[in-house]
Structure formats: structure tokens, C-alpha cells
């Protein structure tokens, strides 16, 4: 059987790159930030007391604008978190879900499970008025606009 020796020299830059790591790690510092989230889920939703058209959907990074695939849909936001989307007398439905930090900004996430709609998929950031949803997601690049009918 071979013996193997562990020279000092070695045991010596084994300990040097642990305390660099060591080091290293607690040098690095940890930016977190604690967002207080209030869900607002089935029966406790805003109220949008409209129907809307989609007015615009548009990428600002890849400079690419989709609002014609959504040509003649109607949506309409219940407060039970279910969106019901009106197409050609076809009805498709999904779901939405409220969103509000802790410093009084809204989000909406959408979720619909057919094309074009799941392209819509998202959590956005959001501005509700009786006559218009704004929705934005500006890491993504992201404009998604409605307008009520």
C-alpha cells in the first residue's frame, strides 16, 4: 500500500483558500429586500366595473407590437378573480389575482391556458380606472393596455 503524505506546505494552501473563501463570502453583501404582500384572492377582488378591449400589447425590447392578434376580444374582470374573455360569440376564461405591496403599488398577475391569450401570462405592474388598465413589466419590456368599450 502507497502512503500518502500531507506536507505542510500543502496543509498550509488548503487553510489560505478556505480564510480567502471565508473572507471572500463575508465580504459579500446581501441586498434583501422584504416586500409585505397582501393577495387579494376569489371574492375579495377590486372591482372593474367594465368591459375592455385590448388597445395595446408591445415589447419595447424586441420592438415588436401583438395588439392585432387580439382584434375583437372582449374582457371582462369579475371579483371572484375570473376573467371572461369574448371572442366571435366564443367565451374563454382565466384567472387574475391582485397583488399590493406594502408601499401601495398593484400587480396583477393574468393566466389564461390557450394561445393568444397565454401570451399574456404575466405579473404586471398595474394602473385600474373605471375606464382603462395599464400594465406594465418593465424587466421584460413589456406594455399591455386596455381600454373600457
Known amino acids: 500500500m502507497e502512503k500518502v503524505y500531507i506536507t505542510s506546505s500543502l496543509v498550509k494552501k488548503i487553510i489560505l483558500f478556505l480564510a480567502i473563501a471565508v473572507i471572500f463570502e463575508a465580504s459579500c453583501t446581501r441586498n434583501v429586500v422584504k416586500v409585505n404582500r397582501e393577495y387579494n384572492t376569489a371574492g375579495n ?3 372593474i366595473p367594465a368591459n375592455f378591449v385590448l388597445t395595446k400589447f408591445a ?8 395588439t392585432v392578434l387580439f ?15 369574448i371572442k366571435d360569440n366564443q367565451t374563454t376564461t382565466g ?6 405591496t406594502s408601499d401601495n403599488k398593484l400587480k396583477l398577475g ?3 391556458y390557450n394561445t393568444p391569450l397565454s401570451y399574456l401570462n404575466d405579473y404586471w405592474w398595474a394602473s ?16 399591455l393596455e386596455f381600454s373600457a368599450q
Do not use: C, Q, R
Open 128 to 143: 385600474v380606472s373605471n375606464t382603462s388598465i395599464e400594465l406594465s413589466n418593465p424587466s421584460a419590456g413589456k406594455v
Open 45 to 47: 377582488l377590486t372591482p
Open 59 to 66: 415589447n419595447s425590447i424586441s420592438n415588436e407590437d401583438s
Open 110 to 112: 393574468l393566466n389564461f
Open 95 to 100: 384567472n387574475y389575482i391582485e397583488l399590493h
Open 71 to 85: 382584434n375583437g376580444y372582449i374582457f371582462s374582470f369579475d371579483t371572484d378573480g375570473k376573467v371572461t374573455v
